[in-house]
């Protein structure tokens, strides 16, 4: 099967939901190891697992259905024994191998490849480790009896703070007891379920060890108690009332939702199908046979038209949009098993998960954010000896965060590790002929920071798995320029570093000025333009090589005239006559002279037609109101 042929619905099917438990399954069982509570964990794993077990074996998928049932089968053992002595560490490295194997699969079979590798190796630890704790639980002293209750109990009236009650109350209680469910549920932060309580009472579904006088005695001590029913129940069950509890729900992931599953193959046509529909409707709305002509119906009805087709664009674009908690989850591992292997004790915080970019901008940010993780963990922070020394703490800090300014998303990674030596990099960078002797001493901080996007350079004493080549860092820069995007840092010696990065929204549809060169147009995003003007011939600096610049409130930039660079035909050739458009990419300013401006304008952005070759600049054309085809400038290259 070639991975360009379409896919049965089945087997595309399985890909996405196998995906998609993975995904679960990683983010509740890192969550349980970080909270050290792995109890919360085990249904979810069990569950998980069981899914991937049955649809594997019905896609005849064998090799994943047996390592999932190895592991459904030692989660079947932890649920219904509840051993007390476990390496609970041994079990979620052994839970995480194998989640990769079946990633692996899934890879190939997604690619149109053959799946057979066998997990031989990981299904025999698997059943080792299950037969290690049948055998220690043996020696154990007898399993404890559990009995089930319920319990509605109601607090005095005007005790106040009927919440804060029942949340000590659960407090308590899990000193006792074990599978504690209650409603209403959030008692901690929303004071509306107090009213809740005063009406209803406050309802509770737990098991114990405890003999139902042992209940009624813990209740009965309860402050303000006006009202107490317990009831007995022979197994397990949830109250009609109680939902599953809130530690509960952070683990579960798989909530149903009313969303159905459509190729992206289709949203993107759709996409381009609404772009054909604005531009066609401003072919309509906008032709010059119209002009002169009193139509108040008309343009009424196609005032109407507009604001309609505008809204299917946003439906249309927003379809596209998605979240990047998936992305984000990743670096979760990615901390865990590195800080493991480089001996370091790091927390990683993630903040503004939900912010929602387009799907091909989150396609291309995993390995910029992955390179700029492993920085931090293997530049930036320092080992647990050399945090002591700084009256720091042992555990090291990565934040990772992102939120949406305008049409812009600012995603940051920050450590709070050694920062930056701006003298060993300007030391390194002279030593490696990145830059000229004397020429450190007119770079602002920003720059010498910038220096360590340069290909072939580290500070690195000695090469290490995962950094001291001198790659990695210029990849972020060539990844996130790709996207219109730029990457800031800031950093202070002995505190930490901050990578800010700033993308945009979307790569479909841009904000972008119109300007004209001869008869061609072309559009230049607005994020990249600093300003437009007039210049008077007095302000243009000719070098001998014949290389124009400009001198603009005592600074002096390049002049790129577009009718030279891509040979157009122009009657416009002095610089007063024309405008320049000074633009901006990564701190380096040039200055376009074109013809005129024509306006600004939402575009859709549409790839060049294959037949035409790579033109240096040019990131891509659109359609015009009046039909016309502007290409749209590529500000990063166009400077570089």
């Not at 698997?126 to 049948?134: G, N, Q, R, S, Y």
């Not at 590790?417 to 001493?441: M, S, W, Y």
Request: hydrophobic share 40%; glycine share 6%; proline share 3%.
């Amino acid at each position: 099967m070639s991975c360009n042929i379409e896919r049965e619905p089945l087997l595309e099917m399985f890909i996405f939901e196998t995906n998609q438990l993975l995904m679960q399954l990683e983010e509740s069982v890192l969550e349980s190891e970080k909270k050290h509570n792995y109890q919360l964990t085990i249904d979810e794993v069990f569950r998980v697992m069981h899914s991937i077990k049955s649809s594997s074996a019905m896609m005849l998928f064998n090799n994943i259905s047996t390592l999932a049932h190895s592991v459904e089968d030692l989660y079947y053992f932890l649920r219904k024994e509840k051993p007390a002595e476990i390496d609970y560490g041994a079990i979620t490295d052994l839970v995480l191998e194998s989640a990769d194997f079946i990633k692996r699969q899934i890879a190939l079979i997604e690619k149109g490849e053959k799946s057979d590798e066998q997990p031989i190796d990981l299904t025999q630890k698997i059943k080792e480790t299950l037969a290690k704790l049948k055998k220690e639980e043996i020696k154990t002293s007898p399993k404890v009896a559990f009995n089930f209750y319920q319990v509605n109990l109601c607090f005095e009236d005007g005790c106040q703070m009927e919440n804060v009650r029942a949340f000590a109350v659960v407090h308590k209680l899990q000193e006792i007891a074990s599978k504690i469910e209650y409603y209403p549920q959030n008692i901690e932060e929303d004071d509306e379920t107090t009213e809740i309580i005063k009406k209803e009472g406050f309802h509770l579904s737990f098991s114990s060890h405890k003999t139902r006088e042992e209940i009624e005695k813990f209740f009965s001590q309860i402050a303000f108690l006006k009202k107490l029913q317990i009831k007995q129940l022979n197994k397990y069950e949830d109250n009609k009332h109680i939902n599953k509890s809130e530690s509960k729900k952070e683990f579960s992931c798989c909530q149903k939702k009313n969303f159905i599953s459509v190729h992206v193959q289709k949203v993107d046509q759709l996409l381009n199908l609404v772009g054909e529909l604005v531009v066609a409707e401003a072919m309509v709305t906008k032709n010059p046979e119209l002009a002169g002509l009193h139509l108040d119906s008309f343009y009424k009805a196609a005032r109407q038209l507009g604001k309609i087709s505008h809204e299917l664009q946003d439906i249309a674009m927003s379809m596209r949009m998605l979240p990047l908690t998936d992305t984000f989850q990743k670096m979760k591992r990615l901390v865990r098993d590195m800080s493991r292997k480089i001996g370091k004790e790091v927390e990683l915080e993630i903040y503004g998960q939900e912010t929602e970019v387009d799907k091909n901008i989150i396609e291309h940010i995993s390995d910029p954010l992955i390179h700029l993780i492993r920085n931090a963990l293997d530049h930036g922070l320092e080992n647990s000896m050399e945090r002591k020394e700084k009256n720091k703490p042992v555990q090291g800090k990565i934040i990772l965060s992102a939120k949406s300014i305008g049409g812009d998303v600012w995603i940051t990674v920050q450590d709070d590790g050694k920062g930056i030596d701006k003298e060993k990099v300007v030391a390194r960078a002279l030593e490696n002929g990145l830059i000229a002797p004397g020429e450190e001493k007119e770079m602002s901080e920003q720059q010498i920071h910038s220096l360590i996007f340069l290909p072939g350079f580290s500070t690195k004493e000695q090469v290490t798995e995962f950094s001291g080549r001198g790659v990695g860092m210029d990849v972020v820069l060539k990844n996130i320029e790709k996207l219109g995007g730029n990457i800031l840092i800031e950093s202070i010696l002995g505190q930490g570093t901050i990578f800010s990065i700033k993308i945009p929204l979307t790569l479909a549809i841009i904000d972008g000025m119109t300007i004209k060169v001869g008869k061609a147009s072309y559009t230049v995003p607005l994020t990249a333009i600093k300003q437009s003007f007039r210049a008077l011939s007095e302000q243009i600096i000719i070098a001998p090589d014949g290389s124009e610049s400009i001198l603009v409130r005592g600074n002096c930039y390049p002049i790129l005239r577009l009718h030279n660079f891509y040979k157009n035909i122009t009657n416009i050739q002095s610089i007063e006559e024309g405008i320049l458009m000074m633009v901006e990419n990564d701190g380096q300013i040039i200055c376009l002279f074109a013809d005129c401006l024509l306006g600004q304008q939402q575009v859709v952005v549409k790839p060049l037609p294959k037949f035409i070759k790579k033109v240096d600049g040019l990131a891509g054309c659109t359609l015009l109101a009046d039909g016309s085809i502007s290409l749209i400038l590529d500000i990063s290259a166009l400077i570089n």
